[in-house]
């Protein structure tokens, strides 16, 4: 007798995490271009750029599988835990406006921290042993 073994889909898509994911990588992407003072910082908004289309797609198609939910993991990975990682380390620094360095800092720092928030409320669904 041959049993047929048939592999389901877990589909991760909840509406209201990846409009929160969809928010928070548009607000990061507008906070950088504002500060942004190196080729280096259009090579990240580059790359949130592309992630944020990718975002799009799952809240056109209404699907989050497997193999996209490794792909934000794997986005989450590089953006915040690479020790070279791109995000882990922007900040914005002006030598003549230490006022203008602290507050844009403060801006920008949110505005990854709501990022990274939102990645690890889907990324948790697959991998809960992350640390909150």
Avoid: W
């Avoid at 790359?47 to 996209?68: A, R």
């Avoid at 939910?69 to 380390?89: P, Q, R």
């Amino acid at each position: 007798m041959v049993e047929s073994i048939i592999k389901v889909e877990t589909n991760y898509y909840v509406k209201e995490e990846f409009l929160e994911l969809k928010k928070s990588s548009e607000e990061l992407i507008k906070v950088l271009e504002k500060y942004q003072q190196t080729q280096e910082d259009e090579v990240v908004l580059n790359n949130l750029k592309k992630f944020l289309k990718g975002v799009y797609l799952v809240l056109e198609e209404k699907e989050c599988n497997e193999q996209d939910l490794d792909a934000i993991d794997s986005h989450n990975s590089k953006y915040f835990h690479n020790y070279a990682g791109m995000l882990t380390n922007y900040y914005f620094y002006d030598v003549n406006d230490m006022e203008k360095t602290h507050k844009a800092n403060d801006e920008i720092g949110n505005a990854k921290d709501k990022f990274h928030q939102a990645i690890y409320k889907i990324v948790k669904k697959k991998y809960p042993y992350y640390r909150d």
